[in-house]
């Protein structure tokens, strides 16, 4: 049996969280899993391990037929959906990257480390292809980026 998305669904009085995880691919039924939406819907994607190309036609479909009243934000984007926005510059057809994982690595204790970045704290610096500070959980020495800056924050640049 084929592993499948799973979306939990939690619906509070300031919005809709919705955790996705699991894969994103051609037998993905997103939008039957996102269910009906209005207001404010946070969409938490730490949890999604990939995403194929069958899986993004999926993904933008399902997200551009989300209506414009809704306030979408996606949340704790992993890399492999920051390289998507990249890539594909209809990717987050509707809503902005409100956080996202950067890869980092430590230099003397070699730790590699995923830190979320939270666009609002830091967006003049991610505009201008700098990476937030981030220090080793290991070893408390600064890290460094492993990923070229202006290429990892380029989807910032077609927010809408
Ligand atoms: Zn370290």
Redesign the pocket.
Known sequence: MNEALRVERRDGPDGVDLYLSGPIDEDTLLAEGLGALGGRVRVHLAGVTRINSAGIRVWINTFRAVPPSVDLDFLDCPQIIVEQANQISNFIPRGRIASFYGPYA?A??R?REGVLIHVEAHREELRRGVAPEAP?P??G?PMAFREFETEYFAFLDDER
């Open positions: 430590c003397p204790c730790a080793c290991r070893c020495q």
